[in-house]
């Protein structure tokens, strides 16, 4: 149980281009889901939390503009990559909170690629 | 600043060759400490949260405790299976149902048959 499905696992995109990755609670809802990168043999960074239909807060740093997040229901919650450059090129990572006793669970992440 | 530090970055142990991996965190606030797993091209998997000092969890070959300062990942006679890069992250406090995770930069085991 408490699975979240993370779509696509591998993309590659052209330079300019947009890119969408779904994040699916699959046998419960989530009300906070959180966006992660991450960069070759490093750790986790927080890029946002997205909240059902609320607008998502973003870390420090990100740029809401090109991180568009939307949580419309309490199974869904998409990231989109807007005008994709080589930089944006990363390891996506969604989470949702399962309560106190239960962590965290993840999705199994979306290897970006922009050429 | 809160602050989330790993060690080693990187540990190589002969199967069944027993060891500890390390987490500590200067930050205001703890709701939790929580270790993943990570294996390659892969999100993390959970394995335990840790709430208060003097806390211990087991699972299989791994045992994680928690103390005011610090946080040991201990590994008992491991097997091949279990290499992969291990995570911890702290949850800060505040007023939301779902904190924000802070996570160290990870340890990478690799056990060697």
């Known amino acids: 149980g408490a699975v979240v499905s993370q779509h696509p696992s591998r993309v590659i995109c052209k330079s300019g281009t947009s890119v969408k990755i779904e994040c699916r609670s699959l046998d419960f809802q989530a009300t906070t889901m959180f966006w992660y990168r991450q960069f070759p043999k490093k750790s986790l960074m927080l890029m946002a939390t997205?909240?059902?239909?609320?607008?998502?807060?973003?870390e420090q740093g990100v740029e809401k503009d090109k991180f568009l997040i939307n949580h419309a229901s309490l199974t869904l919650s998409t990231l989109t990559v807007t005008s994709a450059h080589p930089e944006d090129s990363s390891f996506y990572i969604c989470?949702?909170?399962?309560?106190?006793?239960?962590?965290?669970?993840f999705g199994s992440g979306t290897r970006l690629t922009v050429v | 600043e809160d602050q989330v530090t790993q060690s080693p970055e990187a540990l190589r142990l002969q199967e069944g060759e027993s060891s500890s991996l390390n987490c500590s965190y200067t930050?205001?606030?703890?709701?939790?400490l929580f270790w993943y797993r990570q294996d390659p091209g892969k999100g993390p998997e959970f394995l335990f949260t840790l709430y208060s000092a003097g806390e211990e969890k087991e699972k299989e070959r791994l045992k994680a405790t928690l103390t005011k300062k610090e946080s040991f990942l201990h590994i008992t006679a491991p097997k091949p299976e279990d290499s992969a890069t291990y995570l911890c992250?702290?949850?800060?406090?505040?007023?939301?149902?779902?904190?924000?995770?802070?996570f160290g930069q990870g340890t990478i085991l690799t056990v060697h048959p």
């Open positions: 992250a702290v949850l800060l406090g505040g007023g939301t149902s779902y904190g924000k995770l802070t």
């Open positions: 930050v205001s606030g703890l709701r939790g």
């Open positions: 989470s949702a909170g399962l309560g106190k006793f239960y962590g965290y669970t």
């Open positions: 997205s909240n059902e239909g609320s607008k998502a807060t973003y």
